[in-house]
């Protein structure tokens, strides 16, 4: 299967969203204004796009699982997650006797065995303990836990069926982004994860049953585009999560404007590195404020908040060549989001 070079750039998009969201403070430093827009374009929804995706993309790799594929499975999806999430809390918990380094609300050591396996959502613990962005892998991990069982139900059912599973799942995102929308703990964020991903899975299977037009795919892709861009700016974070399962849906053919975009090299080398990205950014933002804190004042102040994003982005490329990439060849894993392909039910017309 070939790669679809545009969906690995929508993974570095959301997770750039999701640090601006966390950066915020230090930009508000800057400008309060600047810090309200980035407080107010929803940044927190990238997490959801995540999941939709991740729903998407699994669906379509393993179409054809079988029980005798389920321990592959399984291991192929810890070997995504944990080497990294483990290395990032080895790193803290052998800088935490530095005195000052890290704000003493982050590091519990009568959490770390619930941090460790990630249980950190369905215990009631501290979410401002550790690496904090970790809560969605834990959610992730109970997504690929029921997605075997949930794809041998439902791949099989008619079209019509799978369409109608499509609206069902739209409104159960869109009633969970009501109830929950930016809540990173408890039952609401279990919530979060599996209508979002359950969403991109049943987006997926109806697309592997259908054969769309290449200008009504190209027509949506532009329209959700737009739309998400808009419910970005209006603060709606309802729409977010569904303008982008379209989106995720029509990228997958290739076949507009968007996705000639998203295909050059920045774009998918973000998506590359966006699980990087995304879990070593907020630990990242606590030993930067220990470096420079207080330091508006200074002539340097917008070099060094700038600097915060090279940095970012340089040791998210050391972790996923050094870190990702070892463990995943490990089992096989597929490429990112990318080393997916266009199936036969994602050909054009």
């Known amino acids: 299967m070939r790669e679809i070079r545009s969906l690995t750039a929508i993974r570095g998009i959301a997770a750039l969203w999701v640090v601006t969201h966390h950066f915020r403070p230090h930009l508000e430093c800057v400008s309060p204004a600047l810090g309200s827009i980035f407080n107010g374009y929803m940044g927190y929804t990238g997490v959801d796009i995540f999941f939709v995706l991740s729903g998407f993309i699994l669906t379509l790799v393993y179409a054809d ?17 944990y080497p990294l999430h483990l290395t990032v809390l080895a790193v803290m918990a052998a800088t935490a006797f530095i005195p000052g380094f890290w704000p003493g609300y982050l590091i519990d050591w009568h959490d770390l065995p619930a941090q460790v396996l990630l249980l950190q959502p369905y215990l009631g613990r501290s979410l401002f303990e550790w690496n904090s962005p970790s809560w969605s892998a834990g959610v992730e991990l109970f997504c690929y836990l029921l997605f075997p069982a949930a794809l041998l139900l439902l791949r099989r059912l008619p079209l019509a069926a799978l369409l109608l599973l499509v609206v069902l799942a739209g409104c159960a995102e869109w009633q969970v982004q009501t109830c929950y929308a930016g809540i990173w703990g408890g039952w609401g964020s279990v919530a979060r994860g599996l209508a979002g991903f359950g969403l991109g899975m049943a987006v997926q299977l109806a697309a592997l049953r259908w054969r769309a037009p290449r200008r009504g795919v190209i027509a949506v ?30 990228l997958a053919y290739e076949a507009g404007p968007v996705a000639r975009v998203l295909r050059g090299r920045i774009p998918v080398y973000l998506g590359e590195i966006s699980f990087s990205i995304y879990m070593i950014h907020q630990p990242l933002i606590a030993a930067y404020a220990w470096a420079w804190p207080n330091d508006w004042g200074s002539p340097m ?14 040791l998210a490329s050391l972790t996923y060549r050094l870190i990702e990439r070892p463990a995943r060849r490990l089992w096989r894993v597929e490429k990112a989001v990318g080393g997916v392909g266009v199936a036969p039910g994602l050909r054009l017309t």
């Open 65 to 81: 699982l079988t029980r005798s594929g389920l321990k592959d499975f399984a291991l192929r999806r810890v070997m995504r997650i």
């Open 221 to 250: 892709e532009v329209l959700a585009a737009v739309t998400l861009v808009a419910a970005a700016l209006g603060r709606d974070a309802q729409v977010i999560p569904l303008a982008a399962a379209g989106l995720i849906w029509a």
């Open 301 to 314: 102040f917008l070099v060094r908040k700038a600097g915060y994003f090279v940095l970012l982005i340089a």
